[in-house]
């Protein structure tokens, strides 16, 4: 009897044990997402200030706007700090693993272990997904709104975004976007006038020297037979 009384005793510290380790471990993986998630959202949130600071001032300052190479840069730069926060929390996944195979044990263990790592990833996963996709539309809905208000060189005013091949570039796949302000084209539209009006003059010059009835060259020898001012020639 006492001996029954004994393992059933023996039995439910186990079972006490196991299930304090596995709500311990449980916690210290919820309280690992949590931080990791954090750092992850706050380097990110970080990389999306520098980049619309980056884009105002080149905007305003430097007043060249290429708007995909700008969105490129960023996605780039979004990447690497995502890729290095995955890192991060793998070796942390591997080093929760290692405890819990050390304390644990067993197949209770390797439950555990499989338990977290699918937790970790997943989550991990999920941020890094929602994280990216955030900072993309925001840093395009960043550029967009600050070249349509903004402008080109803080004036202000509507800009149109013109598409088009840069002759300069050495790859003749590589596009360019410029803008071009429509509050500022009053000196273009005074050249292309100026240029309009000249071919004009210039048309107008050419009719009225086809129609005069002077020689077009001076004839050296009676004998050319020429077919216009032949009156000209016979009477020299």
Excluded: D, W
């Excluded at 980049?51 to 290429?66: D, F, G, M």
């Excluded at 009676?222 to 020299?236: A, C, E, P």
């Amino acid at each position: 009897m006492f001996s029954k009384l004994v393992v059933v005793v023996i039995v439910v510290v186990v079972v006490v044990v196991v299930v304090v380790v596995i709500v311990v471990v449980v916690v210290v993986v919820v309280v690992v997402i949590v931080v990791v998630v954090a750092v992850i959202v706050l380097k990110v949130v970080v990389v999306v200030v520098v980049v619309i600071v980056v884009v105002v001032v080149v905007i305003a300052v430097v007043q060249v706007v290429v708007v995909v190479r700008i969105v490129i840069v960023a996605v780039v730069i979004v990447v690497v700090v995502v890729v290095v926060e995955v890192v991060v929390v793998v070796v942390v996944v591997v080093e929760m693993v290692v405890v819990v195979e050390v304390v644990v044990g067993g197949r209770e263990g390797g439950a555990i272990v499989v338990i977290v790592v699918v937790v970790v990833v997943v989550v991990v996963v999920v941020v890094v997904v929602v994280v990216v996709v955030v900072v993309v539309v925001v840093v395009v809905v960043v550029v967009v709104v600050v070249v349509v208000v903004v402008g080109v060189g803080g004036g202000g005013g509507v800009v149109v975004v013109v598409l088009k091949r840069n002759p300069y570039e050495v790859s003749s796949s590589n596009i360019t976007i410029t803008t071009t302000a429509i509050n500022n084209n009053s000196s273009n539209n005074k050249n292309s006038k100026r240029r309009q009006q000249n071919s004009i003059e210039r048309e107008q010059n050419r009719k009225q020297y086809r129609n005069t009835t002077a020689p077009k060259t001076i004839p050296h020898c009676r004998n050319f037979n020429f077919k216009r001012n032949t009156s000209y020639i016979s009477n020299i």
